[in-house]
Each structure stands twice: as structure tokens, then as C-alpha cells.
């Protein structure tokens, strides 16, 4: 059972994004309209009913799919300097070519292709979009020891892991296994490039970031942040901007007990096929949307 199901991005021009992932990524639209109220409030995000959303899907057909929701920009919003989804890792076949399609577009790299010492499975890259969304590209060489990893079915692929960014990651780590049933992976402490360049902090310094996983899947990675991060700023009623929420999901969802924002109901669309969804904040008021298996 591969439990992620979705991302959703909070964007300020929804045509706009939906050309720059077709053009860059190749994904495509399956499904576009305005919020309905109870969606929303399930949400915890009464005002942003009404508002345009789209759902793409990649070129694979993989059915595992990013949601994009046009609200107004928040005023001084920075990626990576606040709790919550912090960015959407995709697999690609070559990063090297999914490097050069970018050059030029609305992504800014911040993260240039760069093998990592001591774990050659797999080949990263990172860029930032034009509503401060951080996706990360990675080609898939091998498995892990302990975890399988996909491989990409077109030139650019499915998304296969959210992180999220903490104020405790221990105590995120807990809740995630209480209430999400997805279970601790491996911790571990690694120089991480780009939160210290959010965050002005010594680069070689070691950040310590931890994985969530079912059975041999790994698709969360959860961060520390550093202490001067904040609780992500928003619009009242509205979605957080970046990512704002993760969608997972659930191989027996009577078994979850919540806490709901708004009780289980069976939605319609792609990313829910009839079945059964409700979503929970986590500590940090992250969204973590579950939806039966």
C-alpha cells in the first residue's frame, strides 16, 4: 500500500501555475473548479470557499496528484522560514535533463544536481517556484537497505515524498505514528545546504531530519527546524501558503480516530474516488489530510 495521495499548493494565479507544470513537468489537468464550502471547512479554511482550484496529474498516469488553490499572496511570506509542508520531492529519470528543461522558466534553482556523499542512490536537485513553493527533483538509482524507492515512469514523474518542517520534531514524529498509523523511519543528522541559507546559519552546520514510512515506503521527511522559525503566516480562514496541505492515504482508516477538524464524509474527484476523507492538524496546525485506502 503506497499511502501519499497528494500535495496542495496554494498559488496566486492558478493559470499561470497550471502552464508552468505542463510546460516543466508535464503534467496534466484532471480536474478543475471552484472549492466547495464543506471542503474548506473541513479544511479549517472556511474562507477560502469559492476559490479556483485545479488537480494535475504526471505524464505516468501515476494516480498520485498535486492540487493547486488560487488565493491571494501573503505579504512577506518566505519559504522555509516557517512550520508546516516545507516542499514536494518528485522523481525524474535524469535530473541532468530535467535541470536544462527548467533553465529559463518561472522555477528558480536553489539546489543544483549534486550527488550526496555516502548515498549514491539517489541524485537530487531543488528550485523554488513563483509562489515560493520548494519542489525537489531527485533521480531514483537503487533501492535503500532498508526502503524501496520508485522509479520514474516518464521524464518527469509522481511525487513520492512531503517534508515538513518542525518545531519539535520528536513530538511530531509521535503524533504523526498516533494519529496518521504511519510508523518512524530512520533518524539522522546531515548538512543541509539550503535551511542554512534560509536561515543564515553556518553551512556546514548538521541539521537533523528524520524519514515516516510504511512497511518498506518512505514518503515523509520530517525536519528540525532551527529555533528562529516561525508559525507560517496566512490570510484569516485561508490555506497557509506554500505547501498547505498533505494528503495520505489509509489502508484502514476506521482505525483513526482523529482529532478531525470536521467529521469523515465520502468526496468525490481524483484525489478521493468516493471514498471517505477527513483531515487533522497536526502540533504545528500542519494539514494532514486522510483518505480511506
Same mark, same amino acid.
Given at each position: 500500500m ?13 493559470? *499561470? ?12 489537468? @484532471?480536474?478543475?473548479?471552484? &472549492?466547495?464550502?464543506? &471542503? ?8 477560502? !470557499?469559492?476559490? *479556483? ?12 496528484? #498535486? ?6 499572496p ?9 512550520f ?50 520548494? @519542489? ?7 533501492? %535503500? ?5 520508485p522509479?520514474?515512469?516518464?521524464p ?5 515524498i512531503? @517534508? ?21 523511519? *530512520?533518524e539522522? !543528522? ?53 505547501c498547505?496541505?498533505?494528503? %495520505?492515504?489509509?489502508p484502514d482508516?476506521?482505525?483513526l ?9 465520502a468526496?468525490?474527484?481524483? #484525489? ?14 500542519t ?7
Amino acid at each position: 500500500m503506497k499511502l501519499l495521495r497528494a500535495a496542495t499548493l496554494t498559488v496566486a494565479d492558478l493559470d *499561470r501555475s497550471l502552464s508552468l507544470y505542463e510546460k516543466c513537468f508535464d503534467y496534466s489537468l @484532471v480536474e478543475r473548479g471552484q &472549492l466547495e464550502p464543506d &471542503l474548506a471547512a473541513s479544511w479549517g479554511a472556511p474562507e477560502s !470557499a469559492g476559490m *479556483r482550484y485545479a488537480v494535475m496529474q504526471p505524464a505516468s498516469g501515476a494516480e498520485i496528484y #498535486i492540487r493547486f488553490v488560487e488565493q491571494p499572496p501573503v505579504p512577506g511570506y518566505l519559504a522555509l522560514r516557517s512550520f508546516g509542508w516545507a516542499a514536494i520531492e518528485i522523481c525524474v529519470e535524469d535530473v541532468l535533463a530535467a535541470n536544462s528543461r527548467i533553465e529559463g522558466s518561472a522555477f528558480e534553482v536553489i539546489g543544483p544536481p549534486r550527488e550526496i556523499d555516502g548515498l549514491p542512490a539517489i541524485y537530487p536537485m531543488q528550485v523554488k517556484g513563483p509562489d515560493e513553493e520548494i @519542489v525537489y527533483l531527485t533521480q531514483i538509482r537503487d533501492d %535503500l537497505p532498508a526502503y524501496d524507492l520508485p522509479r520514474a515512469g516518464a521524464p518527469i514523474d509522481k511525487l513520492f515524498i512531503l @517534508v515538513m518542517g518542525c518545531s519539535d520534531m520528536t513530538a511530531s514524529n509521535r503524533w504523526m505514528e498516533t494519529h496518521a498509523g504511519v510508523q518512524m523511519g *530512520r533518524e539522522m !543528522a546531515i548538512v543541509y545546504t539550503m535551511l542554512a541559507k534560509a536561515y543564515a546559519t553556518p553551512v556546514d552546520a548538521l541539521h537533523t531530519i528524520s524519514t515516516m514510512i510504511h512497511d518498506r515506503d518512505v514518503f515523509l521527511e520530517l525536519d528540525q527546524y532551527p529555533p528562529a522559525a516561525t508559525p507560517r503566516p496566512h490570510h484569516p480562514g485561508m490555506l497557509v501558503p506554500g505547501c498547505a496541505i498533505g494528503t %495520505l492515504w489509509h489502508p484502514d482508516f476506521a482505525q483513526l480516530n482523529g482529532p478531525w477538524v470536521t467529521p469523515p464524509v465520502a468526496r468525490e474527484g481524483p #484525489i478521493y474516488k468516493g471514498r471517505t476523507t477527513a483531515t487533522m492538524k497536526d502540533l504545528d496546525g500542519t494539514l494532514v489530510e486522510m483518505v480511506e485506502g
